[in-house]
């Protein structure tokens, strides 16, 4: 990864935490579908990344975003969680020969099919961990199911715009 | 020893991750419990500004609004001004301090509120070098907000009353029997009133205020209706009260602060009796 992938990767993830932040804080459909639009930021990190640079990227990500949030301590876990999980479930969903050193698992690179069977099952479970800290010991885990599903399939589709709208296609790839 | 270290190394990225959570989950545990210190909320002065410039944009949408709900509000106290004003007279004596006033009241306005988690919050622009301390109570015209938690320098957090942690003492208006409101963590529009017990007779309609015991609020101020009436299957001893709230948490904007100003002479006398008062 040279300097300029570096910048623009944290560009990215500071405009996604700020987005997020100002815009989509109190966003919730129907009172029960959340949109963390900022996970695009460490779900499209090169495959390359090794898991402890990432697992603090995540961390740090998430505690910018409790502080704000006022729930110091759950997006940090649940960050923390996505990122450990993101290098194993790289490494089970990988396509026949491997990933190219310097992919990014982003949509345009690697399809829409592949792309929601990467994000969602993380994005998922992001939000049980999520919800799980948030609604320890009040309500029932069926709404704590209902939550995560619905906000994992919003974000996931969020994903998929932002990318689709704002990310340059490369030439030649699908 | 090298093939333990080894092995270590292999794994750094688990025991990474592992830390990592812990170090998360004692976050969480030691923001929630009421003692605990919370160095980083959005009290904090660069982050409490961030939010007060979102804050002035979006409010800037409803000011017609706010401005017509505090000149209403005005008028109607001007109205009971006018009924309290004393006729001068040939008489006058000192009352002693029993009628001296025991709360102040102070003004602030909600830069930062959130009201889809189970753990919701208030950030206000006013901090201890206004006069605001942890405890105060927050209440607006239409009832009650949520109560002080803590405080910085221009800046306070407060517990909204969308929080599962807050408990208010409440009375039923009509029949003066006490309970306390918590929020169940499922609709913003509704909380329970807990602890009334099976006998007492409570309509649906009723109305649900403040019942002052608790020194945080005084008494009077509006909570809800009550909207449901059901016996509580957990215990049978209780009722199960569904309060329909009177305050809209998604308008909410300007707010009073409330300070008892005997407050800690009350919880000293409480300490002294050893009794355990729940607030």
Wanted: one cysteine or more; proline letters at 3%; hydrophobic letters at 50%.
């Amino acid at each position: 990864m040279n300097i300029r992938n570096l910048i623009s990767y944290l560009l990215l993830i500071l405009f996604l935490g700020v987005v997020q932040v100002l815009f989509l804080k109190n966003l919730a459909l129907f009172g029960i579908a959340f949109v963390f639009i900022y996970l695009l930021g460490i779900l499209i990190l090169p495959v390359s990344v090794k898991t402890v640079p990432l697992l603090l990227i995540a961390f740090a990500l998430g505690f910018f975003l409790d502080v704000f949030y006022e729930t110091i301590g759950m997006h940090t876990a649940a960050a923390t969680f996505l990122a450990f999980a993101r290098s194993i479930w790289l490494r089970a969903i990988s396509p026949t020969g491997g990933y190219v050193d310097t992919e990014e698992p982003s949509l345009n690179e690697m399809g829409l099919v592949w792309f929601l069977s990467y994000s969602f099952p993380l994005v998922f479970a992001y939000s049980m961990v999520f919800f799980v800290a948030d609604q320890w010991g009040t309500s029932g885990f069926l709404g704590v199911l209902n939550k995560s599903f619905f906000s994992s399939i919003f974000t996931c589709l969020l994903a998929i715009l932002v990318q689709l709208l704002f990310f340059k296609r490369r030439r030649g790839i699908r | 020893m090298l093939r333990i270290l080894q092995f270590l190394y292999r794994i750094r990225a688990f025991i990474l991750f592992v830390f990592l959570e812990v170090l998360a989950i004692w976050m969480i545990v030691s923001n929630n419990s009421p003692q605990g210190a919370a160095f980083f909320n959005s009290s904090n002065v660069l982050i409490g500004s961030v939010l007060k410039k979102q804050a002035d944009v979006i409010q800037f949408f409803s000011l017609a609004e706010a401005n017509e709900a505090l000149t209403s509000e005005n008028a109607e106290i001007l109205q009971q001004l006018r009924l309290l004003q004393i006729k001068p007279d040939s008489i006058s004596f000192v009352l002693d301090s029993a009628l001296a006033a025991t709360y102040q009241f102070k003004g602030g306005r909600v830069i930062g509120n959130s009201l889809r988690f189970s753990q919701n919050y208030l950030t206000l622009n006013k901090g201890s070098k206004h006069g605001i301390k942890p405890g105060m109570g927050i209440f607006n015209p239409e009832g009650v907000v949520g109560r002080v938690k803590s405080v910085s320098e221009n800046y306070s957090v407060a517990f909204s009353l969308l929080n599962t942690g807050l408990l208010v003492s409440s009375k039923i208006k009509s029949s003066d029997v006490f309970g306390s409101v918590q929020w169940d963590g499922k609709s913003a529009s509704e909380a329970r009133l807990l602890f009334v017990p099976r006998h007492v007779k409570a309509v649906e309609g009723d109305t649900v205020v403040t019942s002052g015991f608790n020194a945080v609020f005084p008494e009077g101020i509006l909570i809800g209706v009550i909207s449901k009436i059901s016996p509580d299957e957990k215990n049978p001893n209780y009722l199960s009260l569904t309060v329909k709230l009177s305050t809209d948490f998604s308008k909410v904007n300007y707010v009073y602060l409330v300070e008892n100003t005997l407050f800690t002479e009350l919880d000293s006398l409480h300490r002294q009796s050893e009794i355990s008062n729940e607030y």
